[in-house]
């Protein structure tokens, strides 16, 4: 299997109340092609900073980022747009990714309209998505706060999945949810993952849907990462002591 992504000695430093916070601390890892990666880690351990230097909303103050090969690391504002037909991110709050006063159909179909879609093929392609995702083709013409949490997250996900990326990043996307409606958009993510060739990076403080959803996992702990390897190894078998505690935490 072909690298998808690799991180190479991040490191990214915030300033806070004016002193230096170091929320990424020379993190290295690599991602293979449809493999499905979890990163867990406490709330604070740098789990979507990681999210953001990948998709270059953020950039580290050291180290390197590859994209199917492709050094990313500086990329500029145009340069990124190209990037996100191929790698897309999904947030914990649906309803903040989406601008409030565009309908849910116009924000689906921009991603594709960008790359010179006629309009007409992307409303055909988004209903078809809408459909894969498990909501109905009339919610396009309904504004974000018109449909609930977990509607607006299908809808987020069908945006997210339009463009056919390689590589789908799920930053906390149930977290914001109630439980059933986590279980259902868990239930779509896997059937997408069986039906769709993308690779997963799944963030989440949530070790039990990790283990549910992941093939491999990160662990993460004040910026660094203390573990990693197959979910059976880090879960079943953890050897560092912050892992343990994360999973005796979860099964108290
Ligand atoms: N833009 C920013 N400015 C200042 N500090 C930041 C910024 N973004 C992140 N941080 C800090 O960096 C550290 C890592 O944050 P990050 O959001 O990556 O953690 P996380 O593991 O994703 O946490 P959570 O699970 O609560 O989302 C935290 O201490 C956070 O306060």
Known sequence: MNTILELKDISKTFTKKNTLHKALDDVSFTMKEGECLGIVGESGSGKSTVAKIITCLERPDNGSIYFKGKDITGLTRKERKKLYK????????PVDSFNPRIKLGSSIIEGM??????????????????????????????????????????????????????????????????????????????????????????????????????????????????????VDQVIMNPKEEYTKKLIDAVLL
């Open 86 to 93: 191929n790698m897309q991110l999904i947030f914990q709050m």
């Open 113 to 230: 309209l960008n790359q010179g879609i006629s309009k007409s093929d992307a409303k055909l392609r988004m209903y078809g998505f809408l459909d894969l995702v498990g909501i109905p083709r009339e919610y396009a013409l309904k504004y974000p706060h018109e449909v609930s949490g977990g509607e607006c997250q299908r809808a987020a996900i069908a945006r997210a999945i339009m463009t056919s990326p390689d590589l789908l990043i799920c930053d906390e996307v149930t977290s914001a949810l109630d439980v059933t409606v986590q279980k259902q958009i868990i239930e779509l993510l896997d059937k997408l993952k069986k039906e769709q060739s993308m690779s997963y990076l799944f963030i989440s403080h949530d070790i039990a849907l990790v283990q549910q959803f992941c093939d491999r996992v990160l662990v993460m702990y004040q910026g660094q990462i203390v573990e990693e390897g197959t």
